[in-house]
């Protein structure tokens, strides 16, 4: 794997474009700037690594647009040690963000072979998640709660699993809708009996799926 000048000259470009397209979250900036994007592409992809676009992986799956990746990590507001709970690993990238903005990361996914190629070059990359295999929709509850959950795929609705699993005073950030354009939303945690809602736009993801492992 290498990091040459040329990358991080396209990165810096692409980190620039999307304070122009207005995130303005200095660590998720520094995070992305510091993540070789195209370490997670698709071999065929590589020269389109920093070009603001998703692009396909393996299982059906994709790695994220950019600025979804960029959008969604300054809706979290990741603090220092915060726990984070993560479904859907896919190619690993927002996994490594959110580990590059100090969050101690709880990571599962449903494919196998995305877990099995996650974790090795995760690892390779000096990173140390915790990463399962395993149905999204039931979480991790033995490892709940947990101060954030982010969702990388569009579900119709929020599975009250997760809301369980998430500490009072937590987040959950979810596209959430039905069909192909889901509504990127953050819910709070207030209390065990009281949730709020934000919505935040539409975006386009990749459907979650329960029981399919």
Sequence with gaps: M???????????????????????????????????????????????????????????????????????????????????????????????????????????????????????LLTQMG?????FWGDGYLGLPGYAPFDKILLTAGAPNLPDELIKQLKIGGKLVAPIGATKLQTMTVYHKISESSITREEHGHFSFVPFLPGKI
Aim: a positive charge.
């Design 2 to 120: 290498q990091d040459t000048l040329r990358d991080k000259g396209l990165r810096k470009r692409l980190i620039d474009k999307l304070r122009e397209r207005g995130i303005q979250h200095e660590s998720v900036l520094q995070a992305m700037t510091v993540v070789p994007r195209h370490f997670f592409m698709d071999s065929s992809f590589l020269s389109y690594a920093y070009k603001d676009q998703a692009f396909p992986i393996s299982s059906g799956q994709t790695i994220s647009q950019p600025y979804t990746v960029a959008f969604q990590s300054s809706l979290l507001d990741i603090k220092q040690g915060e726990k984070v709970l993560e479904i859907g690993t896919g190619s690993g990238y927002q996994c490594a963000i959110l580990l590059e903005m100090g969050a101690s990361v709880y990571s599962i996914e449903r494919h196998k072979d995305l877990y099995l190629s996650a974790g090795k």
């Design 127 to 131: 990173y140390r998640p915790n990463l």
